[in-house]
């Protein structure tokens, strides 16, 4: 289909993003990488009456050290992000999250505010920024303010965003010390995941800490928090297996076309083993 029909103008600084978008009231839309927007207005399912490209505001690009975390601006694609030095430890997750989101073409165009302010449940990054306890920097006509990804994601496509807002950046704690790993199940490649698990884990002489997020269980990321407290301190394949079992206590995940309830809650709970135990080091951790 063709969408119906918008105005389009292009920002050169991020005021003048915000003013645009503050005149064109709230069938007004920001355009970044566009592979979430797009395709809904081909579709009409979104209609915007103006569209304004940010693709070319520089200072919300890149990924930076900044003290105790890491700085990453809205505007950084998925490419970027898979090949980010500064990504290491636990922040590794978003790079490995990065890594493996569609085809070459969404990630060299995709970004990772996009994929944020868009707040797919089956979307890839929003479990693994909830995992890592990151935080969401929001501009608007009032000013910027920061909010946890745990806050941030209120609703299937509903971010805790107002209208004329934009999302500029992310900040993520540093968790030097800690694995990493994203694990997802697909019909085929580059399809969305019916269920993903990120996890990132810090071992010595076992799990000392763990944290868990989960793509496509529900209408917003979850964090398998009674996983994450029943593997605190477990050494053992059989602890760990006993402890990823406490999925189970998640509200029903949805069903559809994809997957039923039960299949959800099994995918869920055999991911979690294999993030697990790559994030931890243990091979055989993964198996069984």
Known sequence: MIPASFEYER???LDEALSLLAQ????????AGGHSLLPLMRLRLARPTLLVDIGGLDELRGVHA????VSIGALTTHHELAGAAELTGGCGLIAQVAEGIGDPQVR??????????????????????LALDAEISVAGSGGTRWVAAADFFIGPFMPAMDSGEIVTGIRVPRKDGWGSA????????????IVGVAAVVHWSDGIAGAAIGLTNMGGTPLRAHAVEAALA??????????????VSELETPPADENASSEFRLHLAEVLIRRAVGEAAGCPAMQRG
């Open 11 to 13: 920002a050169g600084s």
């Open 24 to 31: 064109g009231g709230e069938d007004a839309r920001p355009l």
């Open 66 to 69: 900044d003290g105790d975390g």
């Open 108 to 129: 060299h165009r995709g970004t990772i505010g996009g994929s944020v302010a868009h707040a797919d449940p089956a979307s890839d990054l929003p479990a693994a920024l």
């Open 182 to 193: 994203y694990h997802k199940f697909q019909r085929r490649a580059q399809d969305w995941a």
């Open 233 to 246: 301190g477990v050494s053992e394949k059989a602890e760990i297996m006993a402890a990823v079992s406490k």
